[in-house]
């Protein structure tokens, strides 16, 4: 295994394998890690967003070929163990596990800590339930330590220009409705023309499979608006001449390029825009309850 001046890694790398970079490669490292440090709680980061970090506050290149740079670094400093595999997540994996036990012992403990872990569905009362509809898919766990605390459901959208995904939406739509769908992703032609695609299609079969579900099904684009490009300073790109989509988007921006602790704001700001609070804490009382109940019909 070799790598070359720059860092780079030799495509033959495999598993755990020393490194000593550059001096300037080190530079870059420092920066990453007291990136990975300042928003340690809102682990896993995605790349995109580690390097908006050092595009906006540190005076990273942004160019695609420095973030191609960067994403070598990266893959190389996690097989040195340099940054915590935990840190970073990349998309790509799926897992569908049997449901499965070693023996009466095993399912017994499995039933005693499924009732220490009971949750109730705190939102069947809410005026509104709600969704978040993530686009990038390696967000997703920014997004559900945010939503899943206040009961909400996380959805990666990164598909929905598939017909399936679509039809989807609309089973969830009945399964919640009143429902709001609270969106984020690019700013970008195709990130906006795909939200408001979506949000046609769903109406559009709801008017004929569920009419009277339609009224109680709302989306909302939480992220990213032009308006937060501006206020939060976000790095900018031309659209490209090439895509005909004429929604009046001309500069793009990843909703990436947000800051974590950012997005997290803006997500639970939209959330509890349709969460009745002391409703929600009775909820919360009666899910205690209950627990309690279960833990000790199992004998916990």
């Known amino acids: 295994m070799s790598t070359r001046g720059n860092g780079y890694t030799h495509p033959r790398a495999k598993g755990y394998c020393d490194w000593r970079p550059h001096m300037k490669t080190r530079e870059v490292l420092s920066t990453v890690e007291a990136v990975l440090a300042e928003y340690r709680e809102h682990w896993p980061l995605t790349l995109r967003q580690v390097f908006y970090r050092l595009v906006g506050n540190h005076g990273y290149e942004k160019t695609e070929a420095a973030y191609k740079r960067l994403q070598e670094y990266l893959v190389r400093a996690r097989r040195a163990r340099m940054i915590p595999w935990e840190a970073l997540r990349d998309d790509g994996r799926t897992d569908r596990r049997p449901n499965r036990f070693t023996g009466k012992a095993a399912f017994r403990e499995a039933v005693r800590d499924a009732a220490a872990s009971y949750r109730r569905d705190k939102r069947q009362d809410q005026p509104w339930r709600a969704a978040v509809l993530v686009e990038a ?80 099904v709302r989306f909302h684009r939480v992220a990213l608006t032009p308006e937060q490009v501006d206020a939060y ?62 833990v000790q019909a199992v004998g916990g």
């Open 137 to 216: 898919a390696s967000m997703v766990p920014q997004a559900v330590r945010v939503a899943h605390p206040l009961d909400v459901p996380v959805f990666s959208s990164g598909g929905f220009d598939s017909l399936t995904v679509k039809h989807d939406l609309v089973d969830l739509a009945v399964d919640l409705a009143p429902v709001v769908f609270l969106h984020v992703g690019d700013l970008d032609p195709s990130g906006v023309c795909i939200f408001d695609a979506v949000r046609a299609d769903v109406e559009a079969f709801l008017a004929v499979d569920a009419p009277s579900v339609r009224a109680g």
């Open 233 to 294: 300073n976000l790095p900018t790109a031309p659209a490209k001449e090439t895509d005909a989509r004429n929604n009046g988007v001309r500069e793009t921006c990843q909703a990436e390029a947000l800051p974590p602790d950012v997005l997290a704001a803006l997500v639970r700001e939209a959330i509890l825009d349709y969460t009745d609070m002391p409703l929600f804490a009775a909820a919360e009382r009666v899910e205690a309850q209950e627990r309690a109940e279960l």
